[in-house]
């Protein structure tokens, strides 16, 4: 018989969001009167906007002319999207990223797990804890950790722990670890992170050689215009940090498929033998070999973003969602429940009431609310005790949900 991949085997049951759409499911099917409310999983719900489905019909339109046809498309993207978010995402905000640099993809969730294939298998790695599960369990199917203790904590990964305590910024480590994964503003926790606090990490980072694998899938939502949107603001960030990037959220992209990933060609790395190699070359290699690129359609889809159309209408759904996330903080709020983030993200970190775990205030809340959150340990063991309630809804829907939780869970 054919041997597997006994990594998969050390993984937890299931992936954090089809566990809870499972059950979910399971009670939706048992109460079919019940009128959820799902504000688990961070999927929008607001349309398109206008230019991006104008941009696509139009390439539609493109794919049915010789002319104007296009067959398989560069496996980086093209280059007027690219050099739109250079200019656009980077240049604009001083930071020195050549268009060449940019990867265009299908996603962000897919590149934080590819990434690791241009990694050898013996790097320390560390995540916060709690943390986006993607950047665990990539790291558990590609073998890099050891097994799964009670609390959830993988044996060979280093947990920075992330807590009220510390503003939800990792205390940086005194010893070396070689790859780290850092998300701001950060899934599930909705914290953001300031130029200091990412300068540190920089230094930290070009002192041990090590290299930052920063997300920034949510910058759109930032409201504070001290805060950094990119590493790349951070001076010496283009020799030890890749970024990954999303229009999932800013411009509804999560069911249309497009991001991007950028690696500068001045990033380096180790062979077993000490030689400096370009990390460039290898993603280059990696996404040439295994990508066939994004559809023509969806990037241009994707470069009405950087219209003035595209940027006032993506603008209003970015606001639009941080309208709710205000509603869920001072609702919450006002019931004597503790929350954290929503401010420069589309997250709310919420302290489960009355002591109960996160697990329990889930099903308490599915049950009596009839409302779907992400409960605070499916993030990591740190996360007990937590709940996250995402914005992304509808206002009804959200002012719903509000007044049924407030009614039965105030304290
Ligand atoms: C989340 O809810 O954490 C996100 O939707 C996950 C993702 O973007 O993959």
Not at 55 to 74: L, T
Not at 108 to 120: A, V
Not at 147 to 167: F, H, M, R, T, W
């Amino acid at each position: 018989m054919a041997r597997i991949n006994d990594n998969y085997l050390k993984l937890k049951a299931g992936y954090l969001f089809p566990e809870i759409a499972r059950r979910v499911n399971a009670f939706a099917q048992a109460n079919p009167e019940a009128k959820i409310i799902r504000l688990g999983i961070g999927d929008v719900t607001e349309p398109l906007p206008q230019a991006c489905r104008d941009a696509m019909v139009q390439a539609i339109e493109d794919m049915g002319d010789r002319g104007s046809f296009k067959g398989y498309g560069p496996e980086q993207g093209y280059e007027w999207l690219r050099e739109k978010i250079a200019q656009q995402d980077f240049q604009s905000r001083g930071c020195e990223i050549d268009a060449s640099e940019i990867f265009i993809s299908d996603g962000s969730k897919c590149d934080c797990g590819n990434i690791l294939d241009i990694f050898g298998d013996d790097n320390s790695i560390a995540v916060t804890d709690p943390v986006y599960p993607v950047y665990v369990d990539t790291n558990v199917m590609a073998g890099h950790t050891g097994e799964v203790n009670d609390k959830g904590e993988y044996g060979g990964l280093v947990y920075l722990p992330i807590s009220a305590d510390n503003g939800f910024t990792a205390e940086i480590p005194n010893y070396k670890v070689d790859l780290i994964y850092l998300c701001f503003p950060n899934n599930p926790t909705g914290a953001t992170a300031t130029k200091e606090h990412l300068q540190a990490w920089v230094n930290y980072a070009r002192t041990h050689g090590s290299i930052i694998l920063f997300d920034a899938a949510y910058e759109a939502f930032i409201q504070d215009p001290s805060l950094p949107h990119s590493i790349f603001e951070i001076e010496g960030a283009r020799d030890c940090a890749i970024e990954f990037r999303s229009f999932s959220k800013n411009a509804g992209f999560t069911g249309t498929r497009c991001a991007f990933t950028v690696v500068p060609k001045s990033l380096k790395g180790q062979t077993k033998d000490g030689q400096t190699v370009e990390l460039w070359g290898l993603w280059n290699r990696r996404q040439s070999t295994k990508f066939n690129g994004v559809s023509y359609i969806v990037q241009r889809g994707a470069e009405a973003v950087y219209s003035p159309e595209g940027r006032s209408q993506t603008q209003a759904l970015i606001s639009f969602y941080m309208e709710n996330a205000r509603i869920i903080r001072e609702q919450l709020t006002a019931a004597g429940i503790q929350v954290y983030g929503g401010e420069n993200a589309p997250y709310v970190w919420v302290k489960t009431p009355n002591g109960l775990s996160s697990w329990d205030f889930f099903d308490k809340l599915l049950q009596t609310c009839n409302v779907v959150g992400t409960p605070g340990s499916g993030f990591g063991a740190a996360g007990e005790g937590y709940f996250r309630i995402s914005a992304f809804n509808s206002r009804a829907n959200v002012e719903e949900a509000m007044k049924r939780i407030t009614e039965k869970f105030k304290v």
